[in-house]
C-alpha cells in the first residue's frame, strides 16, 4: 500500500513544507491534519492589521479546501492528532486512526500565559493565531460604541511582538501602554540606542511605557474596563489586555511519543527527531546547532528554536529534500527580520546565540555586532537605513 506523508499543523511550516513537497512528489498521497481551519494566512499580518484595515477574513489569503484541491492534499481540518505511535508509524485523531510512510511535526508554539490574580486574569487575550486574532479582533470593536473613544490596549512584554501591536494599535487611534520588566523595548534583541530610538517613536504615536515591572492582577472594573495591578503596586485602567511576552514550543504530542525534546522538539541536521520516519520543523523545532551535520547521526542536545518565517522556508526546503530520497543538511543563511513598527521601521540580524562581542555603532541608525576579532557577527538597521539590508549582510560572517 502507498502509505501517506502526514503533516501535522497547517501553519506556516506545515504548508510550506507540503506545497515544496509537491514541486518534487506530485504522486505521494499527503495528509495533512490540523486542530484548525487549515485555511492559509502569513501570520506576521496579525500585527499590522489593524493600520491596513483587514479583518480575519481578509487575512486568508487562500481557503483551506483551494490549498488541499491544489496540492492535492487529503485534508482533516478541526482534527487534533491525540497521539502518536513511532513504532507502528501510526497517528490517533478523534476520527481514527491513520498509518504513515513520514510524519512531519508542524505543530508551532503556544503562546506562554503567566499566572495573574484577580477577577478578570482568564479574558487577557494572545494572539499566535488567526483564532486568536478573530477573537482580539472581535473584543477590540466590541469595546468601542462607534461614538466613543477607541479602546484602550494593555499590553505585557515589550518585545518584537508587543512592539508590532503597540505600534499597529497606537497608531490606529487606540491608547497603549505597555508593561515589561526589561528597561527598554526589545531589549533582549537591540542595542540599547536602537532601543531608545523606538521606545522614542512609539512614544510619539501615544505609547505609554511602564518598564522594570510586571502585571501582578487583572480584575473586573466599572463599566466592562479592567483594572490592571502592577508589581510595583500601580494600578491601570484598560479595555483590554493582550499578552505578548513569549511563546513556547509544542512539544506535547512529541514528548507523550517518546520522542527527544528541550526547548522544542529536537531535531538533528537533516530535521530528523530522536525517532526515524518523523521529522520536525517551524516553531515547535529546536534546530541542529551550526556545527552539527549530517554525520552526526541523531539529534543532539543543545540546539536552538527559530521562530521565525525565514528559517521555515529554508528548513522546508532541506525536509523535502530528503523526504524524497536526498538526505539533505540543512544550513541556515543569515537571516535578518524586519520588524513591523512602522513609527520606527527595524530589521536585526542577531549573533548567534552565545557570541562574544559587542554592538558598536557605524554610522546613525546603523549597529555592527563585533566579536573580539572585529568580525561582524550580526547587525540592526533602523529607519532609512533599513535599505542597507543586502550591503549589510554581506558583511556578516556566520
Ligand atoms: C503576531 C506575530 C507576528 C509575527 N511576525 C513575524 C515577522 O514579521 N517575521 C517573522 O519572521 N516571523 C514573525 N512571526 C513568527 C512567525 O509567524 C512564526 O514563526 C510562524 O508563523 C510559525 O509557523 P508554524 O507553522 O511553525 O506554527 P503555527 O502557525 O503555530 O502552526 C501550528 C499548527 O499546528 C496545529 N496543531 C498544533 N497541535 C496540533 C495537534 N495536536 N493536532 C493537529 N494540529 C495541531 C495548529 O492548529 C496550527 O495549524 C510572528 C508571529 C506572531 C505571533
Known sequence: MNLPLI????????????REFRKLDPDTPVTLITADSGDFYAKPTLSNAFAQQRGPTQLVTTPAA????????????HSEVLAIDPAQRRVRTGQGEIDYRDLVLATGAHAIRLPLAGDAAEQVLSVNSLDDFAAFHARLLAERAPEAAKA?????????????FANDLAG???PVELVDPASAPIAALLPAQASAELQAALT???VQWHFGTTVAAVNQAAAGAMLVTLANGQSLEADLVLSAIG????????????????RGVVVDASLRTSQPHIYALGDNAQYAGQDWNLATSAPVSGGRTLPYVMPIMNAAKALVATLTGNRTELVFPLMPVGIKTPALPIVVAPPAPGTAGEWQSTSP??????????QVRGFVLTGAQTNQRMAQSKLVVL
Open 7 to 18: 503533516v501535522i499543523g497547517a501553519g506556516l511550516a506545515g504548508w510550506t513544507t507540503i
Open 247 to 262: 511563546l513556547r514550543a509544542n512539544t506535547t504530542l512529541a514528548q507523550a511519543a517518546g520522542l527527544q525534546c528541550e
Open 204 to 206: 510619539g504615536l501615544g
Open 172 to 174: 490606529t487611534g487606540h
Open 152 to 164: 484602550r490596549v494593555l499590553i505585557m512584554g515589550a518585545g518584537l511582538i508587543g512592539c508590532e
Open 365 to 374: 541608525g546603523i549597529w555592527q555586532f563585533r566579536d573580539p576579532d572585529h
Open 66 to 77: 483551494r490549498m488541499a484541491e491544489t496540492l492535492k492534499v487529503t485534508l482533516l481540518a
